[in-house]
């Protein structure tokens, strides 16, 4: 099959799917997608921790099932602590002989809200203690699952069902919290943002996430049509815009080492990202230059970042 | 086999060794804490080959232990008080994923006001979760009842966490003479945790799908069952556990109710008080008997009818508050347990020992001699309470 020979660098197996058909995410769902394509590259060799969210909620009707991996959901908030739990039961257990000695990836997989909010503690914690595990946060914004309500990873200006503009209120009234430098503030081995517009920069962290010795954690832009108020067909195109406008920069830090993957020439504006967004609609031009300003500064100090961190 | 003299926390931890626990979860808190001090100890000492996870709360706590024992490993967690509360959410799905985890919970009062002292106010608020909940009167008990947690929790018919209570302090930190039993003998009555499924590339499985409305119930019917039939595999493996180890233990416990249609019924530590009293009363000649629920849930209803068949005055002791109930959790229980089974006993509700307020053995002469007459007030008596 020629037509995976690129994707073999970073896979065994490319036309496997681990995510069987029948789900019932969204159509034009970015995370679900965002999924399909890490999984790919985890392969078989895997067991997934899942928080309480859509990708659980599309996936698991009891009887039913659509994982081909080893897969189990707890709750909302403690996604690292069952992950951390699995992969010590999974070392003591290949210690003792009573498991085959092999890898086998264990990954959480919890929403922002599961991440940055309701789940931060026990995420916080698992970095902490350096459990070998990967920790996947699918970052659509805002709480899409139960209706679109705001977390605090929803970006400024946004509406959401829990924080809509009004005459006293712009919408979000906050700026997204910044939850991959927090991860990395923990001086953990890889950190990386990711999105599934740009698969083969996907694959390639996912693919080092899975090398290193202690914990992964990767941040996924995961662009939701039914909450971003966009169409269906265009969930790619927004991912592409995100990265391309700085509002969502694809990079890594590896060992401490800030590396952006992705340098666009020059940015596009970011009115280019926002206008086309139902959520961001109400916005005027002053509070889109507002936004445009926090983007060019954050990507400024991202890029010193990575200045002052290369050996 | 010899008696040694141990604190009761650093017994239950030999216990936990002694089962070859393969992951210990927890997050210190006061009584707890010596349990799990003391399994740190042992698998520092390579004593313990265990996963020692040292989690940034209670939650995080029992979550690792659910997706440990969904990997496969035998696991140990430990809590008190705010800690089970903190737990709370998760107890539910450790028993409906049918989980076999074994928790000691050294009970502990709830606050406010804030109070590390014992009484049972924790573990009443926790009680219908769908564990297997065993008492301890002592040390010996605890260490039996670590050790056959893993045996009735494990087994296939079972499969159900079990949390075994500990009193606070006053068993949780008192040295006590406990005998333990040969590694070898333990390996013969508690063979390796063989799961039917566990979180395998080789095998995937899918836990903790979600339930529609078609299939919630028959889901819940199939665990309640589950509980249910628990008891006879209690029952078989506290029998077998007499034969192997010469220390018999049953669901309902009696003392001196032989001859009595007077007697008291309460859990854990506090009874060895009561069982105070009523040698004091019979030395008076005055003859009271004692029942000891061992086993909470799954209730122990055939076994408690048959020990209450001569009983005509029961004194239900407990150490939990009512909250604005009718009367405290287990009187309740009793009260209904009463009714539907159609006994014509006098009940009454004592409340003692509220976040560790000792209870002096007269206090139960005192009610043994002077039975509690509603005063419009309360429905039940609370013992030397200043109002």
């Known amino acids: 099959m020629k037509i995976f020979k690129t994707l073999e660098r970073y896979m065994e197996k490319p036309d496997a799917e681990y995510i069987a058909s029948g789900h019932r995410a969204c159509q034009g769902c970015a995370e679900v997608l965002a999924l399909r394509l890490a999984f790919k590259v985890l392969g078989k060799d895997t067991i997934l921790a899942m928080a309480t969210g859509c990708m659980e909620i599309i996936s698991t009707p009891l009887p039913l099932t659509c994982w081909r991996l080893p897969w189990i959901h707890i709750a909302f908030e403690n996604t690292a602590a069952v992950a951390s739990g699995i992969e010590s039961a999974i070392r003591i257990l290949t210690q003792k002989g009573k498991l085959e000695n092999k890898k086998i990836n264990i990954v959480g997989i919890a929403g922002d809200g599961g991440t940055s909010d309701i789940g931060f503690q026990a995420l916080s914690g698992a970095l902490e203690r350096g459990h070998r595990l990967i920790y996947i946060c699918l970052d659509n914004e805002a709480y899409m699952n139960t209706g679109i309500q705001r977390s605090s990873s929803t970006p400024y200006g946004a509406f959401t069902t829990t924080s809509p503009p009004g005459k006293k209120s712009i919408g979000q009234s906050t700026w997204k919290k910044d939850m991959p430098k927090i991860a990395a503030a923990h001086n953990i081995p890889y950190v990386a943002t990711a999105c599934p517009s740009y698969p083969y920069d996907l694959f390639n962290k996912v693919k080092k996430a899975k090398e290193v010795n202690g914990p992964a954690y990767l941040h996924i832009l995961s662009v939701c049509p039914t909450g971003w108020r966009i169409p269906s067909e265009m969930a790619i195109e927004y991912g592409r815009l995100a990265v391309r406008s700085g509002v969502f920069p694809l990079y890594e830090v590896e060992n401490g080492v800030y590396r952006i993957t992705f340098k666009p020439e020059s940015l596009i504006p970011v009115k280019d990202y926002i206008k086309g967004q139902g959520r961001f609609r109400h916005l005027t031009d002053k509070e889109i230059s507002e936004i445009q300003d926090r983007v060019n500064k954050d990507w400024e100090r991202l890029t010193k970042l990575c200045e002052i961190t290369k050996a | ?387």
């Not at chain 2, 931890?13 to 393969?22: D, F, I, P, S």
């Not at chain 2, 080959?49 to 995080?60: F, M, P, R, T, W």
């Not at chain 2, 502990?108 to 608020?125: C, E, F, N, Q, T």
């Not at chain 2, 499924?197 to 080789?202: A, D, K, M, S, V």
Request: with cysteine; aromatic share 8%; proline share 5%.
């Open chain 2, 1 to 387: 086999m010899k008696k040694v003299g141990i604190e009761v926390s650093l017994a239950i931890a030999e216990a936990a060794k002694l089962a070859r626990v393969e992951v210990v979860s927890a997050y210190p808190i006061t009584p707890q804490t010596h349990i799990v001090e003391h399994l740190a100890e042992l698998v520092a000492d390579g004593e313990l080959e265990a996963a020692y996870l040292n989690v940034e709360s209670e939650h995080s706590a029992l979550s690792a232990c659910v997706g440990a024992a969904a990997a496969g490993a035998r696991t140990f967690t430990s809590t008190s008080a705010q800690g089970l509360e903190l737990m709370h959410e998760i107890l539910f799905i450790a028993s409906s994923l049918r989980l076999p985890i074994v928790m000691v919970l050294v009970n502990r009062a709830l606050s406010a006001p804030l109070s590390i002292w014992g009484d049972h106010s924790d573990v009443m608020a926790a009680r219908d979760c769908g564990w297997i909940m065993l008492f301890c009167e002592n040390g010996q008990e605890a260490v039996d009842s670590v050790i056959m947690a893993y045996r009735i929790g494990e087994d296939r018919r079972v499969l159900l966490p079990v949390a075994v209570n500990i009193d606070g302090f006053t068993l949780s930190h008192v040295i006590e003479p406990v005998e333990f039993p040969d590694q070898e003998l333990v390996d013969s009555f508690l063979p390796p945790y063989k799961p039917l499924f566990t979180l395998n590339p080789e095998r995937p499985v899918t836990m903790g799908a979600y339930g529609m409305p078609e299939i919630y119930t028959e889901a819940k019917y199939a665990q309640e069952m589950a509980i249910l039939n628990s008891k006879a595999v209690i029952k078989e493996v506290m029998e077998e556990f007499g034969k192997v180890f010469k220390r018999n233990y049953r669901v309902v416990e009696t003392y001196n109710l032989e001859n009595s249609e007077l007697a008291f019924l309460a859990l854990g530590s506090i009874n060895e008080n009561i069982k105070t009293a009523i040698d004091i009363l019979k030395a008076k000649g005055t003859n009271v008997g004692l029942i000891s629920l061992r086993l909470y849930r799954p209730f122990p209803s055939e076994e408690l009818l048959e020990v209450l068949k001569n009983v005509k005055r029961l004194m239900v002791v407990e150490r939990a508050m009512p909250q604005g109930a009718t009367n405290s959790p287990l009187f309740n229980e009793l009260s209904a347990f009463a009714f539907h089974n159609g006994l014509n006993i006098i009940m009454e509700n004592y409340i003692a020992g509220l976040g560790g307020r000792d209870v002096d053995p007269q206090e139960f002469v005192n009610i043994a001699l002077n039975p509690f007459k509603k005063d419009g007030k309360l429905n039940y008596k609370i013992i030397g309470v200043r109002e």
